[in-house]
């Protein structure tokens, strides 16, 4: 089986531009969240989303959004980047409504310049 | 909003030796707790977890104690390996629907050969 794709791996950005990243969660999976992981704050969580619907955000900035689709797989979207928006924005998937037992893809590794 | 205080934030142990990460939360209704081990360029994998309704859980080498009433739960490793050395995360979270976690900051192991 399959475990949680998110591409691309790596990726750099000019400050202003914008970044749309994407997660396969586990065939099956239909509960996906994202993470932002840095040095300074840490796993922080960005949003989670089950059959197509956002059930939780974080505390993040509106420059932050997402969404999900019906087969499951969820893109992440960033506009109007900034610096501060440098690093590794992970991917997890449940196999159950509760969120829990997530498994974590490899993650997106994001340099903003 | 939840705080999850984790300690200490590295732990040199050598192989064989056993290993405890400590980690307290302050939101008195959490009632999920994982435990994430993180690789050098891995995403976080999930290694045990455990619920408000049991004190202890084991498998194999790893176990995870809790103290509700203190608010605060453990991770311990026995008959460390190399292969153990990683970055160990502990997680809060209260059910709302679904479970979202608040991380700690992380505990950096190496087991020397």
């Known amino acids: 089986k399959a475990g949680v794709t998110q591409t691309p791996r790596y990726l750099i950005k000019t400050r202003g531009q914008q970044v749309t990243l994407s997660c396969s969660p586990i065939?099956?999976?239909?509960?996906v969240s994202w993470y932002q992981q840095t040095p300074g704050q840490g796993l922080q969580f960005l949003f989670e989303?089950?059959?197509?619907?956002?059930?939780n955000k974080g505390n993040f900035p509106g420059r932050f959004s997402g969404r999900q689709f019906s087969n499951s797989r969820s893109e992440m979207n960033v506009s109007t980047l900034e610096l501060g928006d440098s690093a590794l924005y992970l991917c997890?998937?449940?196999?159950?409504?509760?969120?829990?037992?997530?498994?974590f893809g490899q993650g997106t590794r994001l340099t903003v310049v | 909003g939840e705080n999850v205080e984790q300690h200490p934030s590295t732990l040199s142990v050598q192989e064989g030796d056993s290993a405890v990460i400590k980690c307290t939360y302050s939101?008195?209704?959490?009632?999920?707790f994982p435990w994430y081990k993180q690789e050098l360029g891995k995403g976080p994998q999930l290694i045990i977890d455990?619920?408000?309704?049991?004190g202890e859980k084991k498998d194999q080498r790893i176990a995870v104690t809790l103290n509700k009433t203190a608010k605060h739960f453990s991770l311990h490793i026995t008959e460390t390996q190399p292969e153990d050395s990683a970055v160990y995360f502990c997680?809060?979270?209260?059910?709302?629907?679904?479970?979202?976690?608040?991380f700690g900051r992380g505990t950096s192991l190496i087991v020397h050969p």
């Open positions: 997890a998937s449940s196999p159950n409504a509760a969120n829990t037992e997530a498994f």
């Open positions: 065939s099956g999976h239909r509960s």
């Open positions: 989303y089950f059959s197509e619907t956002q059930r």
């Open positions: 939101d008195s209704a959490s009632n999920y």
């Open positions: 455990i619920r408000s309704n049991v």
């Open positions: 997680a809060a979270s209260t059910s709302g629907g679904s479970y979202i976690p608040t």
